[in-house]
Protein backbone atom coordinates (compact mmCIF):
# COMPACT_ATOMS: atom_id res chain seq x y z
CA UNK A 1 0.00 0.00 0.00
CA UNK A 2 0.95 3.28 -0.99
CA UNK A 3 1.76 5.22 2.53
CA UNK A 4 0.97 8.86 2.43
CA UNK A 5 2.45 11.54 4.49
CA UNK A 6 1.13 15.03 5.01
CA UNK A 7 3.68 17.52 5.20
CA UNK A 8 3.73 21.17 7.00
CA UNK A 9 6.37 23.08 6.34
CA UNK A 10 5.17 26.15 8.68
CA UNK A 11 7.24 29.19 9.03
CA UNK A 12 10.68 30.62 9.76
CA UNK A 13 13.26 28.23 8.84
CA UNK A 14 10.24 25.77 8.26
CA UNK A 15 10.05 25.79 4.39
CA UNK A 16 14.41 25.41 4.30
CA UNK A 17 14.92 22.23 6.34
CA UNK A 18 11.55 20.41 5.04
CA UNK A 19 13.03 21.03 1.38
CA UNK A 20 15.65 19.02 2.82
CA UNK A 21 14.00 16.26 4.09
CA UNK A 22 11.75 15.92 0.77
CA UNK A 23 15.21 15.55 -0.73
CA UNK A 24 15.50 12.63 1.07
CA UNK A 25 11.87 10.88 1.08
CA UNK A 26 12.84 10.76 -3.06
CA UNK A 27 15.23 9.41 -2.93
CA UNK A 28 14.24 6.97 -0.51
CA UNK A 29 11.08 6.45 -3.41
CA UNK A 30 13.65 6.40 -6.28
CA UNK A 31 16.73 4.18 -5.26
CA UNK A 32 14.74 1.97 -2.73
CA UNK A 33 11.51 1.23 -3.85
CA UNK A 34 9.41 3.31 -1.36
CA UNK A 35 5.67 3.20 -2.16
CA UNK A 36 4.99 6.73 -0.65
CA UNK A 37 2.80 9.71 -2.06
CA UNK A 38 2.90 12.72 0.25
CA UNK A 39 1.08 16.55 -0.17
CA UNK A 40 1.34 19.72 1.40
CA UNK A 41 -0.57 21.35 3.88
CA UNK A 42 -0.98 24.49 5.51
CA UNK A 43 -0.16 25.13 9.80
CA UNK A 44 0.50 28.29 11.63
CA UNK A 45 1.55 31.25 10.62
CA UNK A 46 1.56 30.25 6.89
CA UNK A 47 -1.90 28.89 7.26
CA UNK A 48 -3.30 32.43 9.04
CA UNK A 49 -1.99 34.76 6.63
CA UNK A 50 -3.26 32.37 3.50
CA UNK A 51 -6.69 31.46 5.63
CA UNK A 52 -6.98 33.88 8.43
CA UNK A 53 -7.48 30.23 10.17
CA UNK A 54 -4.18 28.75 12.34
CA UNK A 55 -5.45 25.15 11.35
CA UNK A 56 -7.79 25.49 8.25
CA UNK A 57 -10.20 22.58 8.24
CA UNK A 58 -8.76 21.63 5.34
CA UNK A 59 -5.27 20.50 6.93
CA UNK A 60 -7.24 18.46 10.03
CA UNK A 61 -8.67 16.61 7.16
CA UNK A 62 -5.93 15.83 5.57
CA UNK A 63 -3.55 15.17 9.13
CA UNK A 64 -6.40 12.57 9.88
CA UNK A 65 -6.38 10.57 6.64
CA UNK A 66 -2.35 10.45 6.27
CA UNK A 67 -0.08 7.67 7.57
CA UNK A 68 1.51 10.40 9.27
CA UNK A 69 2.24 13.86 9.01
CA UNK A 70 5.51 15.94 8.72
CA UNK A 71 5.81 18.98 10.19
CA UNK A 72 8.78 21.75 10.46
CA UNK A 73 7.65 24.61 12.85
CA UNK A 74 5.23 27.28 13.66
CA UNK A 75 5.44 31.05 14.51
CA UNK A 76 7.48 33.74 14.97
CA UNK A 77 7.23 37.82 15.80
CA UNK A 78 5.05 38.82 13.03
CA UNK A 79 2.58 36.93 14.66
CA UNK A 80 2.10 38.15 18.32
CA UNK A 81 -0.09 40.82 17.60
CA UNK A 82 -2.15 38.30 16.28
CA UNK A 83 -5.96 37.28 18.04
CA UNK A 84 -5.09 35.26 20.83
CA UNK A 85 -7.07 32.34 19.50
CA UNK A 86 -5.49 32.87 15.85
CA UNK A 87 -1.74 32.70 16.85
CA UNK A 88 0.70 29.92 15.57
CA UNK A 89 0.55 28.08 18.27
CA UNK A 90 -3.08 27.33 18.72
CA UNK A 91 -2.49 25.95 15.34
CA UNK A 92 -0.15 23.48 16.88
CA UNK A 93 -2.50 22.35 19.97
CA UNK A 94 -4.94 22.17 17.65
CA UNK A 95 -3.80 19.21 15.27
CA UNK A 96 -1.93 17.61 18.60
CA UNK A 97 -5.55 17.68 19.49
CA UNK A 98 -7.44 16.88 16.44
CA UNK A 99 -5.57 13.59 16.10
CA UNK A 100 -5.61 12.46 19.58
CA UNK A 101 -2.17 12.46 19.87
CA UNK A 102 -1.53 10.77 23.49
CA UNK A 103 2.23 10.01 23.51
CA UNK A 104 5.41 12.18 22.97
CA UNK A 105 8.26 10.41 22.20
CA UNK A 106 11.26 12.38 22.22
CA UNK A 107 14.75 10.56 21.77
CA UNK A 108 18.08 12.10 22.82
CA UNK A 109 20.76 11.07 21.07
CA UNK A 110 24.43 12.22 21.08
CA UNK A 111 26.28 11.46 17.99
CA UNK A 112 29.77 10.74 19.54
CA UNK A 113 31.60 14.05 16.69
CA UNK A 114 29.56 16.34 18.76
CA UNK A 115 30.17 15.22 22.33
CA UNK A 116 32.10 18.35 23.56
CA UNK A 117 28.30 20.26 22.48
CA UNK A 118 27.23 18.10 25.99
CA UNK A 119 27.67 20.40 29.48
CA UNK A 120 28.66 17.03 30.10
CA UNK A 121 32.24 15.24 29.87
CA UNK A 122 32.47 13.81 26.52
CA UNK A 123 32.88 10.01 28.27
CA UNK A 124 29.22 10.17 29.72
CA UNK A 125 27.81 11.50 27.14
CA UNK A 126 29.03 10.31 23.38
CA UNK A 127 26.87 7.48 21.79
CA UNK A 128 24.04 8.41 24.10
CA UNK A 129 20.66 7.34 22.84
CA UNK A 130 17.87 7.79 24.95
CA UNK A 131 14.02 7.67 24.49
CA UNK A 132 11.32 9.39 26.53
CA UNK A 133 8.46 8.21 26.05
CA UNK A 134 5.83 10.74 27.59
CA UNK A 135 2.17 10.88 28.47
CA UNK A 136 0.59 13.70 27.07
CA UNK A 137 -2.80 14.04 27.74
CA UNK A 138 -3.94 13.20 31.41
CA UNK A 139 -2.42 13.85 34.66
CA UNK A 140 -1.80 17.32 36.67
CA UNK A 141 -2.19 19.10 32.91
CA UNK A 142 -5.38 18.12 32.67
CA UNK A 143 -6.89 16.35 36.13
CA UNK A 144 -10.12 18.10 38.03
CA UNK A 145 -10.46 20.08 40.21
CA UNK A 146 -8.13 23.05 39.31
CA UNK A 147 -8.11 26.64 40.12
CA UNK A 148 -7.43 29.20 42.46
CA UNK A 149 -10.04 30.02 44.87
CA UNK A 150 -10.49 31.21 48.33
CA UNK A 151 -10.48 28.65 51.30
CA UNK A 152 -10.53 30.05 54.92
CA UNK A 153 -9.48 33.34 53.99
CA UNK A 154 -6.71 32.47 51.75
CA UNK A 155 -5.75 31.94 48.66
CA UNK A 156 -4.78 28.50 47.16
CA UNK A 157 -4.22 27.11 44.12
CA UNK A 158 -5.10 23.72 43.19
CA UNK A 159 -4.12 21.26 40.30
CA UNK A 160 -5.07 17.62 40.34
CA UNK A 161 -2.70 14.62 39.06
CA UNK A 162 -5.35 11.76 37.77
CA UNK A 163 -4.37 8.67 35.73
CA UNK A 164 -6.85 6.36 34.97
CA UNK A 165 -5.79 2.08 34.29
CA UNK A 166 -6.75 2.13 30.75
CA UNK A 167 -4.70 5.58 30.42
CA UNK A 168 -1.57 4.26 31.84
CA UNK A 169 -1.81 0.94 30.26
CA UNK A 170 -2.01 3.04 26.61
CA UNK A 171 1.17 4.77 27.39
CA UNK A 172 2.95 2.06 28.55
CA UNK A 173 2.36 -0.41 25.52
CA UNK A 174 3.64 2.55 23.58
CA UNK A 175 6.57 2.67 25.97
CA UNK A 176 7.15 -1.64 25.64
CA UNK A 177 6.59 -1.17 21.59
CA UNK A 178 9.12 1.37 20.97
CA UNK A 179 11.72 -0.66 23.49
CA UNK A 180 10.99 -3.52 21.38
CA UNK A 181 12.02 -1.70 18.11
CA UNK A 182 15.76 -0.65 20.18
CA UNK A 183 17.48 -1.85 23.41
CA UNK A 184 14.49 -4.15 25.21
CA UNK A 185 14.95 -2.03 28.35
CA UNK A 186 12.20 0.05 29.94
CA UNK A 187 12.47 2.20 33.18
CA UNK A 188 9.20 3.63 34.27
CA UNK A 189 9.70 6.97 36.34
CA UNK A 190 7.12 7.20 39.12
CA UNK A 191 7.02 8.87 42.94
CA UNK A 192 5.30 5.54 43.90
CA UNK A 193 6.58 6.44 47.30
CA UNK A 194 4.12 9.59 47.88
CA UNK A 195 1.58 9.75 45.40
CA UNK A 196 -1.15 7.69 45.03
CA UNK A 197 -1.50 7.82 40.99
CA UNK A 198 2.28 6.91 40.64
CA UNK A 199 1.12 3.53 42.88
CA UNK A 200 -1.78 2.90 39.78
CA UNK A 201 1.31 3.82 37.80
CA UNK A 202 3.11 1.29 38.49
CA UNK A 203 1.36 -1.35 39.21
CA UNK A 204 0.04 -0.82 36.03
CA UNK A 205 2.98 -0.81 34.02
CA UNK A 206 4.32 -4.19 36.15
CA UNK A 207 0.97 -6.02 35.02
CA UNK A 208 1.50 -4.68 31.22
CA UNK A 209 4.94 -6.00 31.33
CA UNK A 210 3.96 -9.13 31.66
CA UNK A 211 3.13 -9.35 27.61
CA UNK A 212 6.51 -8.05 26.98
CA UNK A 213 8.64 -11.13 28.42
CA UNK A 214 11.43 -9.77 26.20
CA UNK A 215 11.70 -6.14 27.42
CA UNK A 216 13.67 -5.78 30.78
CA UNK A 217 11.70 -3.44 33.16
CA UNK A 218 12.84 -1.66 35.67
CA UNK A 219 11.29 1.87 38.18
CA UNK A 220 12.67 4.80 39.29
CA UNK A 221 11.45 7.56 40.96
CA UNK A 222 11.56 10.93 39.31
CA UNK A 223 14.37 12.59 41.73
CA UNK A 224 16.82 9.43 41.20
CA UNK A 225 15.65 9.70 37.19
CA UNK A 226 16.40 13.40 37.00
CA UNK A 227 19.90 12.59 39.19
CA UNK A 228 20.95 9.35 36.85
CA UNK A 229 20.02 11.73 33.57
CA UNK A 230 23.01 13.97 34.57
CA UNK A 231 25.09 11.11 36.46
CA UNK A 232 25.25 8.64 33.87
CA UNK A 233 22.94 8.65 31.56
CA UNK A 234 23.82 6.09 29.07
CA UNK A 235 22.53 3.49 31.26
CA UNK A 236 18.97 4.17 30.24
CA UNK A 237 17.53 2.79 27.08
CA UNK A 238 13.70 3.88 26.87
CA UNK A 239 12.01 5.65 29.64
CA UNK A 240 8.30 5.79 30.36
CA UNK A 241 6.51 8.65 32.48
CA UNK A 242 3.54 10.80 33.28
CA UNK A 243 2.93 14.21 31.19
CA UNK A 244 4.75 16.22 34.52
CA UNK A 245 7.58 14.12 34.80
CA UNK A 246 8.17 13.95 31.56
CA UNK A 247 7.94 17.55 30.42
CA UNK A 248 10.76 17.67 32.31
CA UNK A 249 12.83 15.81 32.12
CA UNK A 250 13.08 15.37 28.46
CA UNK A 251 13.96 18.77 28.79
CA UNK A 252 17.39 17.69 30.70
CA UNK A 253 17.74 14.96 28.30
CA UNK A 254 18.02 17.03 25.42
CA UNK A 255 20.17 19.90 27.09
CA UNK A 256 22.69 16.42 27.42
CA UNK A 257 22.87 16.87 23.44
CA UNK A 258 23.75 20.09 23.51
CA UNK A 259 22.32 21.27 19.71
CA UNK A 260 18.30 21.93 19.40
CA UNK A 261 19.00 21.46 15.65
CA UNK A 262 19.54 17.68 15.64
CA UNK A 263 17.04 16.34 18.19
CA UNK A 264 13.34 14.87 16.63
CA UNK A 265 10.35 13.97 18.06
CA UNK A 266 7.22 12.24 17.68
CA UNK A 267 3.45 12.32 19.05
CA UNK A 268 1.26 8.98 18.26
CA UNK A 269 -2.12 8.16 18.37
CA UNK A 270 -3.97 4.81 18.83
CA UNK A 271 -3.91 4.27 15.27
CA UNK A 272 -0.52 4.70 15.17
CA UNK A 273 -0.66 7.74 13.50
CA UNK A 274 1.75 10.24 14.62
CA UNK A 275 3.14 14.29 13.77
CA UNK A 276 7.10 13.88 13.58
CA UNK A 277 8.55 17.35 14.26
CA UNK A 278 11.80 18.74 15.17
CA UNK A 279 11.55 19.82 18.97
CA UNK A 280 13.18 23.38 18.12
CA UNK A 281 10.99 26.17 17.35
CA UNK A 282 10.77 28.46 13.49
CA UNK A 283 13.85 29.98 14.62
CA UNK A 284 12.82 33.73 13.25
CA UNK A 285 16.37 35.14 13.66
CA UNK A 286 18.02 32.82 10.94
CA UNK A 287 15.39 32.39 8.59
CA UNK A 288 15.85 32.75 4.96
CA UNK A 289 19.43 33.19 5.58
CA UNK A 290 20.11 29.57 4.30
CA UNK A 291 21.79 28.49 7.37
CA UNK A 292 19.10 26.32 9.49
CA UNK A 293 20.43 22.68 10.68
CA UNK A 294 17.68 20.79 8.64
CA UNK A 295 19.07 17.36 10.69
CA UNK A 296 16.66 17.40 13.05
CA UNK A 297 13.78 17.50 10.52
CA UNK A 298 15.73 14.96 8.64
CA UNK A 299 16.20 12.64 11.74
CA UNK A 300 12.10 13.83 12.28
CA UNK A 301 11.55 12.19 8.77
CA UNK A 302 13.32 8.99 10.38
CA UNK A 303 10.98 8.93 13.06
CA UNK A 304 8.32 8.85 10.92
CA UNK A 305 9.45 5.53 9.08
CA UNK A 306 10.19 3.92 12.16
CA UNK A 307 6.60 4.44 14.23
CA UNK A 308 4.30 5.37 12.25
CA UNK A 309 4.97 3.72 8.73
CA UNK A 310 6.94 0.74 10.18
CA UNK A 311 10.04 0.97 8.20
CA UNK A 312 12.65 0.48 10.63
CA UNK A 313 15.23 -0.55 7.78
CA UNK A 314 14.71 2.86 5.72
CA UNK A 315 15.10 4.85 9.11
CA UNK A 316 18.37 3.18 9.98
CA UNK A 317 19.55 4.02 6.53
CA UNK A 318 18.69 7.66 7.14
CA UNK A 319 20.57 7.66 10.64
CA UNK A 320 23.08 5.80 9.55
CA UNK A 321 23.70 8.73 6.49
CA UNK A 322 23.61 11.93 9.37
CA UNK A 323 26.14 9.50 10.81
CA UNK A 324 28.34 9.55 8.08
CA UNK A 325 27.57 12.96 7.15
CA UNK A 326 28.97 14.42 11.11
CA UNK A 327 31.74 11.91 10.62
CA UNK A 328 32.81 13.55 7.75
CA UNK A 329 33.18 16.27 9.82
CA UNK A 330 30.25 18.70 8.11
CA UNK A 331 28.61 21.20 10.67
CA UNK A 332 26.17 23.52 9.91
CA UNK A 333 26.73 27.00 12.75
CA UNK A 334 24.75 25.61 15.81
CA UNK A 335 26.83 22.25 15.96
CA UNK A 336 30.47 24.05 14.67
CA UNK A 337 33.29 24.72 17.42
CA UNK A 338 34.35 28.09 17.01
CA UNK A 339 37.01 28.40 14.00
CA UNK A 340 35.49 24.92 12.63
CA UNK A 341 34.25 25.83 9.10
CA UNK A 342 30.87 25.69 8.35
CA UNK A 343 28.12 24.69 5.67
CA UNK A 344 24.37 25.39 4.91
CA UNK A 345 20.76 23.93 5.11
CA UNK A 346 21.40 22.95 1.22
CA UNK A 347 24.73 21.47 1.04
CA UNK A 348 23.94 19.64 5.05
CA UNK A 349 20.81 18.20 3.12
CA UNK A 350 22.84 17.28 0.03
CA UNK A 351 25.26 15.59 1.77
CA UNK A 352 22.81 13.12 3.19
CA UNK A 353 21.50 12.45 0.67
CA UNK A 354 24.59 11.77 -1.07
CA UNK A 355 25.09 9.29 1.60
CA UNK A 356 22.24 7.46 1.15
P1 LIG B 1 13.70 28.37 18.47
O1 LIG B 1 13.88 26.93 18.73
O2 LIG B 1 13.00 28.73 17.23
O3 LIG B 1 15.14 29.06 18.45
C1 LIG B 1 16.02 29.07 19.57
C2 LIG B 1 17.46 29.29 19.07
O4 LIG B 1 17.91 28.10 18.43
C3 LIG B 1 17.58 30.40 18.03
O5 LIG B 1 18.80 31.07 18.20
C4 LIG B 1 17.58 29.67 16.71
O6 LIG B 1 18.28 30.34 15.68
C5 LIG B 1 18.27 28.36 17.08
N1 LIG B 1 17.77 27.25 16.25
C6 LIG B 1 16.58 26.62 16.35
N2 LIG B 1 16.47 25.69 15.42
C7 LIG B 1 17.62 25.69 14.71
C8 LIG B 1 18.11 24.95 13.60
N3 LIG B 1 17.40 23.97 13.01
N4 LIG B 1 19.34 25.24 13.13
C9 LIG B 1 20.09 26.19 13.70
N5 LIG B 1 19.69 26.93 14.75
C10 LIG B 1 18.47 26.69 15.25
O7 LIG B 1 12.96 28.97 19.74
P2 LIG B 1 12.41 30.45 20.01
O8 LIG B 1 13.36 31.45 19.42
O9 LIG B 1 12.10 30.49 21.43
O10 LIG B 1 11.05 30.52 19.21
C11 LIG B 1 10.90 31.07 17.89
C12 LIG B 1 9.48 30.84 17.42
O11 LIG B 1 9.23 29.43 17.30
C13 LIG B 1 8.41 31.36 18.38
O12 LIG B 1 7.37 31.93 17.62
C14 LIG B 1 7.95 30.13 19.13
O13 LIG B 1 6.62 30.25 19.59
C15 LIG B 1 8.06 29.09 18.05
N6 LIG B 1 8.23 27.71 18.54
C16 LIG B 1 7.58 26.75 17.84
C17 LIG B 1 7.74 25.43 18.19
C18 LIG B 1 7.05 24.38 17.37
O14 LIG B 1 6.61 24.67 16.26
N7 LIG B 1 6.95 23.15 17.85
C19 LIG B 1 8.57 25.07 19.26
C20 LIG B 1 9.24 26.09 19.95
C21 LIG B 1 9.07 27.40 19.56
Redesign the pocket.
Known amino acids: MTAKILVLP ?1 D ?2 GPE ?1 TAQAEKVLEVLRAKYKFDVEWTHGLL ?1 GAAYDATGEPLPAATLEAARKSDAVLLA ?5 KYDTAPRDKR ?2 RG ?1 LGIRAGMGLYANLRPAILYPELAAASSLKPELVADLDVLIVRELTGGIYFGQPRGIEVRDGVRVGINTEVYSEPEIERIARTAFDAAQLRGKRLCSVDKANVLESSELWRETVIRVGRDYPDVQLTHQYVDNAAMQLVRAPKQFDVIVTSNLFGDILSDIAAQLTGS ?2 MLPSASLNERGQGLY ?2 I ?7 AGKG ?4 L ?1 MILSLAMLLRYSLKRGDLADKVQKAVRHVLADGLR ?3 IARSGEKTVGTLEMGEAVVGRL
Open positions: GGIIGAVGGPPELIGEPHGSAPDIVANPATAD
